[in-house]
């Protein structure tokens, strides 16, 4: 049990950091988006956006947990977030940034500005929620208050995944200036964060393989103790790589 329980726990860990890696990102847009309005209105659509966009997790959440076994929806899974990760880093080395262009929120009402901070945050959503699946499903059964499903999934693995969605949500409405200052200074962290995107979606890739109504790969390896070892070594190995490049790139810049 206390292995189970220390699993249970790294997971949430890397869940709570690329959340934070990802939601600071996205709160730059966010803030851009509600800058027209008058100062004390701007905190207000904020919080109205993110309270509805937090509805719009939790029922998505369920839905994924419902249609996690199929495997057409793990495959797109899969290619969304392979896809993602190298728009990413393809449009940094192009010198693109997330923008929001004036037009796109000049003259918008509050009550118009809140909806579109939910419809902002809605598809930021969808990557962290993915993320949390492709990172939860393999993790061991825990039965949590003698229930053992929600939504077809275990209630251990449900528990962790909406953790992470929460966690997600109050770091972008309270922490994400931490996390942009963070980037500010090392923004090669967030390449870093993207590239872990991309190896989860390798490891739902993986699942969607190894699918029994597949079964191109055996379907006991996408669920092995080699497998899992394979991935939080590279995972891990990446998050290595790319703190020893910020530093370098920090120290040649403050040079």
Known sequence: MEAI??????????????????????????????????????????????????????????????????WQIQALGAAYLLFIAFKHIYDQRKGKEHSIEPEATKGSGFWMTVLKVELADIAFAIDSMLAAVALAITLPHLDLFGVSEIGGINSGQFAVMLAGGLVGLVIMRFAAHKFVKLLADYPQLETTAFVIVGWVGVKLLVLTLAHKDLGILPYDFAHSTEWKLIFWGVLLAIVAVGAVISVKKKKEQDA
């Open 5 to 70: 329980l220390l699993e249970y726990l790294w997971v949430l860990l890397v869940l709570v950091a690329l959340e934070g890696l990802l939601a600071a990102d996205n709160a730059v847009v966010m803030a851009v988006m509600v800058k027209h309005l008058p100062k004390e209105q701007q905190k207000k659509a904020l919080f109205y956006g993110l309270m509805g966009a937090f509805v719009f997790r939790f029922a998505a959440l369920f839905m994924i947990t419902i249609l996690v076994d199929v």
